[in-house]
Each structure stands twice: as structure tokens, then as C-alpha cells.
């Protein structure tokens, strides 16, 4: 059974840093890209950042680029997520995700990606 769980969500004030750490079990995500959405409440799920497999693609969403770095293990099955410079509109639910890509290619919907772990609270005060 494949399973995603991430961790390191929490309550920060802005200006403030996080790291999001997800852990992939089940099957070797080694040629997987690996990334992270994110849901505000009454809000779409929305791309902030992936990896491909081999780490030579990295897109951002432009409202994270300079303060969020991602990167992953694959011997570990893990991807982590860096957040730093926190503002307010960062609060949301942060998923981490999975999904089969060879190549350099790197999905930017939701709809693309095969798994979904089950989300953690980041909420970030004014």
C-alpha cells in the first residue's frame, strides 16, 4: 500500500521559517517526481513546488520563488520542503504528492500527480 505522510507543519509568525518533510513508503519513488500543493481554505489546490526524479527540475510557484527550496532523498523516499521569509497568505494546507515521470518533465496540476499523502496545518500569524 502506498502511503505519503508528511510532517513539520505548524503555527509560525511571519518572517518565520518551517520545514515540511514528506515520506513516501509502498513502492521506491525513486523515479517519481516528487513535490507539494497547497489548499487555503475556499481555495483550489495549488502547485508550490516539484522535483523531478533525477533533481535536474525544480519549477516554483512564483509566489514562493527566493523563499521556498525543495529537495529530496531518494534513497530515503523523502522530500522536504524549506520555507522561509513565512507571510500570511502562505497559511494553507500543504500537501505532498507523487507521480510517475520519466524524463525531465514535471507536472504542474493536481490532476496529474498518482498520490496524494494527507496533508499538513501550516498556519502563519500576522
Known amino acids: 500500500q502506498v502511503q505519503l505522510v508528511e510532517s513539520g507543519g505548524g503555527l509560525v509568525q511571519a518572517g518565520g521559517s518551517l520545514r515540511l518533510s514528506c515520506v513516501a513508503s509502498g513502492r521506491t519513488f525513486s523515479r517519481y517526481v516528487m513535490g507539494w500543493f497547497r489548499q487555503a481554505p475556499g481555495k483550489e489546490r495549488e502547485f508550490v513546488a516539484a522535483?523531478?526524479?533525477?533533481?535536474?527540475?525544480?519549477p516554483y510557484a512564483d509566489s514562493v520563488k527566493g523563499r521556498f527550496t525543495i529537495s529530496r532523498d531518494n534513497a530515503k523516499n523523502t522530500v522536504n520542503l524549506q520555507m522561509n521569509s513565512l507571510k500570511p497568505e502562505d497559511t494553507a494546507v500543504y500537501y505532498c504528492?507523487?507521480?510517475?515521470?520519466?524524463?525531465?518533465?514535471?507536472?504542474?496540476?493536481?490532476?496529474?500527480?498518482?498520490?496524494w499523502g494527507q496533508g499538513t496545518q501550516v498556519t502563519v500569524s500576522s
Open positions: 504528492t507523487a507521480g510517475y515521470y520519466n524524463g525531465i518533465y514535471v507536472a504542474l496540476l493536481a490532476k496529474d500527480y498518482d498520490y
Open positions: 522535483m523531478s526524479w533525477r533533481g535536474d527540475n525544480t
